[in-house]
């Protein structure tokens, strides 16, 4: 299995300041065919299921602010919150999708310092 | 809207049988691949299981093989996930999520079902 792992743990930004989150895969989920990576990111607040926020890696979901970035290819991903506001305050996971079976990181918590 | 809405959940013995079902609305679901993701109680994700939108293609997590076994109703609109020889560890909210290919990205989830293994 391919093993996701986020970094930190968890995070405690200022209002307005950036948040970064990184991802690394323990083997490339870049797909060489069509240049993709399967590599997705989700926000989960308590008591609510996950919402899609990022998929191959950098393409924002529709309706998702465009203060949230993805980046990187291969083993290693970065999602970028900009300008954190209060709403953001949620747990972050990527996720893999390139092999058959589908992994997430162990999630990483995002705070209001 | 698209939805989808988890049932079947609840308390049961270990080694029991619990059968859940998601329920789809405002979208074709036949056109979509139809995954369970469970999360145990303060933990993270857990990709569960997978189903091809015919029902001919299925995927399970190690950890399930042999005990859980995904099914859909296509023509009720309707995922299911039988779990069989339940044990502590199973012990979670199970959500059924979309994705819009074999591998995709969940791109609507439900808002989940508690399963609790206790005695």
């Known amino acids: 299995d391919i093993v996701m792992t986020q970094s930190p743990d968890s995070l405690a930004v200022s209002l307005g300041e950036r948040a970064t989150i990184h991802c690394k895969s323990s083997?490339?989920?870049?797909?060489?065919?069509?240049?993709?990576?399967?590599l997705t990111w989700y926000q989960q607040k308590p008591g609510q299921p996950p919402k899609l926020l990022i998929y191959?890696?950098?393409t924002r979901e529709s309706g998702v602010p465009d203060r949230f970035s993805g980046s990187g290819s291969g083993t290693d991903f970065t999602l970028t919150i900009s300008n954190l506001q209060a709403e953001d305050v949620a747990v972050y996971y990527c996720?893999?999708?390139?092999?058959?079976?589908?992994?997430f990181g162990q999630g990483t918590k995002v705070e209001i310092k | 809207e698209e939805h989808l809405v988890e049932s079947g959940g609840g308390l049961i013995q270990p080694g029991g049988s619990l059968r859940l079902s998601c329920a789809a609305s405002?979208?074709?679901?036949?056109?979509?691949?139809m995954h369970w993701v469970r999360q145990a109680p303060g933990k993270g994700l857990v990709w569960v299981s997978r189903?091809?939108?015919?029902?001919?293609?299925?995927t399970y997590a190690d950890s399930v093989k042999g005990r859980f076994t995904i099914s859909r109703d296509n023509a009720k609109n309707t995922l299911y996930l039988q779990m069989n020889s339940l044990g502590a560890d199973d012990t979670a909210v199970y959500y059924c999520?979309?994705?819009?290919?074999?591998?995709?990205?969940?791109?609507?989830w439900g808002q989940g079902t508690m399963v609790t293994v206790s005695s």
């Open positions: 191959w890696a950098s």
């Open positions: 405002g979208f074709t679901f036949s056109a979509y691949w």
């Open positions: 996720q893999q999708y390139y092999s058959t079976l589908w992994t």
């Open positions: 999520a979309r994705t819009w290919a074999m591998r995709g990205a969940f791109d609507i």
């Open positions: 083997q490339s989920v870049l797909y060489n065919s069509n240049n993709k990576n399967y």
């Open positions: 189903i091809s939108t015919d029902g001919s293609n299925t």
